[in-house]
């Protein structure tokens, strides 16, 4: 389902993330082992190490962006946020991803990156 087509009354950020969830847990009843190995995998890539946590994230979201995945972009904002980002270091990350992305990245940050640290700071608070 695309995040455009979601119903706007509705909080479709929580949505999308509950969406993703629920597919991440199909997929690792079906390949336990795979998915086991890509979550350590990735769990061991997002911890402190010479980056923080927080800069990972940011590194992240950039990623996403460029790549135009919006369950992944969804999902790295709301790590910025759980990490302590700012929205000027957010949109700061996404002004440098839009220097190499263009008009593909800054149309997913002015609406979907947007939305998202919108309802995510409100559900935080």
Do not use: R, W
């Not at 997929?27 to 995998?41: C, D, S, V």
């Not at 890539?45 to 969804?74: H, N, R, T, V």
């Not at 700061?92 to 992305?101: D, L, P, S």
């Amino acid at each position: 389902m695309e995040m455009q087509n979601m119903n706007q009354d509705m909080n479709t950020i929580e949505m999308a993330i509950q969406e993703y969830k629920e597919g991440l847990g199909h997929f690792t009843q079906k390949m336990p082992k795979i998915a086991q190995k890509y979550n350590a995998f990735t769990e061991a890539c997002f911890e402190k190490g010479k980056l923080s946590q927080k800069e990972k994230q940011l590194i992240a979201l950039g990623i996403s962006l460029y790549s135009q995945d919006e369950y992944c972009i969804i999902y790295h904002t709301k790590g910025c946020i759980d990490q302590g980002c700012t929205e000027e270091e957010i949109f700061e990350a996404v002004a440098v991803t839009g220097a190499f992305g263009g008009g593909a990245v800054m149309s997913q940050a002015v609406t979907l990156v947007q939305d998202a640290v919108s309802e995510l700071t409100q559900v935080k608070q």
